[in-house]
C-alpha cells in the first residue's frame, strides 16, 4: 500500500508561476545641453575638407590650424559663439599659446585635440537639434 504522502503528492495540483512586471516611473529625459567655455564656442564650423586640413596643419606645426581658423571666422564662418570678433580674438589667443607651449608639448597636444573638434562640429553640421545617440532610452523589457 501506498503511504498517505505518496498520494498527497500524485494528487498535488502543480504551483502557478508568478509573473513579474517592472514598473519604471522614471522620467524621459527630454534635452540635455552641454555647457561649453568661450574658448570651445570660438571654434568655427567649418566644411568637413576645410576642418581636415587645419587638423592636419595643427598636427603638423601647433597652432597654425589654429590660427587660420581665427581668420576664417572673420570670413563668416558661423561659430556657438555670437560674437565674431570675440570669437576671433579667442582663436587667435588658442593658437599663440599652442605655438608658444608645444614645447613642453601641452601645446601640441592641446593643438591636436583643438583640430580633432572642428573635424567633429563639422562632422556633425546641422545635427545640433537632433537627439544625441547616447540619449535614446531603450528598454530590454517586453510591456504588453
Known sequence: MESEDENNEIFRQPKKQKSV???????????????????????????????VTLCILNIVVPGLGTFISAFTVLCGAPTALNKRTAAFLFNLLSAFLQMITFIIIVGWVWSILWGMNMVTLAMNWGEEKRTPYYCRRQSSIDVP
Open 21 to 51: 512586471r517592472i514598473v519604471d516611473d522614471r522620467p524621459d529625459i527630454v534635452e540635455i545641453k552641454e555647457k561649453h567655455s568661450p574658448l570651445y564656442k570660438s571654434i568655427p564650423k567649418l566644411p568637413i575638407g576645410a576642418a
